[in-house]
């Protein structure tokens, strides 16, 4: 299994727009942070976690070729607006498996009406195939590549997290649900919303979230979903062993 990082910012991507702080004028490249998104790639599949406002420049970039399914985890801004990006890759393999919770398709059919009431002819549409999940209720692509999807608390928003095989990849989250965390055991590697320093309403902050990963024990922790408070390499000196700021780019593959 190997999970490529093709974003790692917050809603308003680093920099943000207008900012001269230390982060958003820093030099590393793994201080510029788009809109989170993860490649999930095992046994033939190919699955991406959030259609981004940057999904067009991320698949340009990471040279995407193919997609067997896109799973949503909600629908603020950040995470969908990449939808209408997916038709070069319907024109060529035609309609793609779109995973989202009940809440989301509400948000999806109403912010994307024009894919499912088509109210005119002509321009290529994305064409979907919609799947509605439930927490806790797994689902394979094929026989070696389970997906679980795991509720997630954002603020107030039930929102959705993934489990794939020992792989587990959550952002947008102020709290993770008991049966949540039953469904993180045994997990090679975690992918955890963490926004920045300092307590937020809807996001994990550092402390939180490594209350979380002390809690869960995956072997390895990457934090995502990350706002301009964090320098990369100023702020690596504060996580403890086996955690690590994700940044744009960033591959974890598993052992086997
Ligand atoms: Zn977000
Ligand atoms: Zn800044
Ligand atoms: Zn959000």
């Given at each position: 299994?190997?999970?490529?990082?093709?974003?790692?910012?917050?809603?308003?991507?680093?920099?943000?727009?207008?900012?001269?702080?230390?982060?958003?004028?820093?030099?590393?490249?793994?201080?510029?942070?788009?809109?989170?998104?993860?490649?999930?790639?095992?046994?033939?599949?190919?699955?991406?976690?959030?259609?981004?406002?940057?999904?067009?420049?991320?698949?340009?970039?990471?040279?995407?070729?193919?997609?067997?399914?896109?799973?949503?985890?909600?629908?603020?801004?950040?995470?969908?607006?990449?939808?209408?990006?997916?038709?070069?890759?319907?024109?060529?393999?035609?309609?793609?498996?779109?995973?989202a919770?009940?809440?989301?398709?509400?948000?999806?059919?109403?912010?994307?009406?024009?894919?499912?009431?088509?109210?005119?002819?002509?321009?290529?549409?994305?064409?979907?195939?919609?799947?509605?999940?439930?927490?806790?209720?797994?689902?394979?692509?094929?026989?070696?590549?389970?997906?679980?999807?795991?509720?997630?608390?954002?603020?107030?928003?039930?929102?959705?997290?993934?489990?794939?095989?020992?792989?587990?990849?959550?952002?947008?989250?102020?709290?993770?649900?008991?049966?949540?965390?039953?469904?993180?055991?045994?997990?090679?590697?975690?992918?955890?919303?963490?926004?920045?320093?300092?307590?937020?309403?809807?996001?994990?902050?550092?402390?939180?979230?490594?209350e979380?990963?002390?809690?869960?024990?995956?072997?390895?922790?990457?934090?995502?979903?990350?706002?301009?408070?964090?320098?990369?390499?100023?702020?690596?000196?504060?996580?403890?062993?086996?955690?690590?700021?994700?940044?744009d780019?960033?591959?974890?593959?598993?052992?086997?």
């Open positions: 299994m190997k999970l490529t990082f093709l974003g790692t910012g917050t809603s308003t991507g680093v920099p943000s727009i207008a900012c001269e702080c230390e982060t958003c004028t820093s030099d590393d490249p793994r201080d510029k942070r788009l809109r989170v998104s993860v490649l999930v790639e095992h046994a033939g599949q190919s699955v991406l976690v959030d259609t981004s406002s940057d999904f067009r420049q991320q698949a340009l970039r990471y040279g995407l070729k193919r997609l067997d399914a896109v799973l949503i985890t909600h629908c603020h801004a950040d995470h969908i607006f990449g939808l209408d990006d997916i038709r070069p890759l319907n024109f060529r393999y035609g309609a793609l498996g779109l995973y919770n009940e809440r989301a398709w509400v948000d999806i059919r109403r912010i994307f009406k024009y894919i499912f009431e088509p109210s005119h002819f002509g321009g290529g549409l994305p064409q979907v195939i919609p799947h509605t999940v439930e927490p806790g209720a797994p689902f394979c692509l094929n026989e070696d590549f389970l997906i679980t999807p795991l509720g997630v608390i954002h603020g107030r928003l039930p929102v959705m997290a993934y489990r794939f095989n020992d792989f587990a990849y959550a952002t947008d989250l102020s709290e993770i649900p008991p049966e949540t965390l039953a469904n993180m055991q045994r997990l090679d590697a975690l992918v955890l919303d963490c926004l920045r320093f300092k307590e937020h309403p809807t996001h994990l902050w550092l402390d939180k979230a490594l979380y990963i002390d809690q869960i024990k995956p072997r390895r922790a990457y934090l995502t979903h990350i706002a301009h408070d964090v320098k990369h390499a100023r702020d690596s000196v504060k996580l403890p062993a086996g955690v690590e700021w994700a940044y780019g960033l591959e974890v593959k598993d052992e086997g």
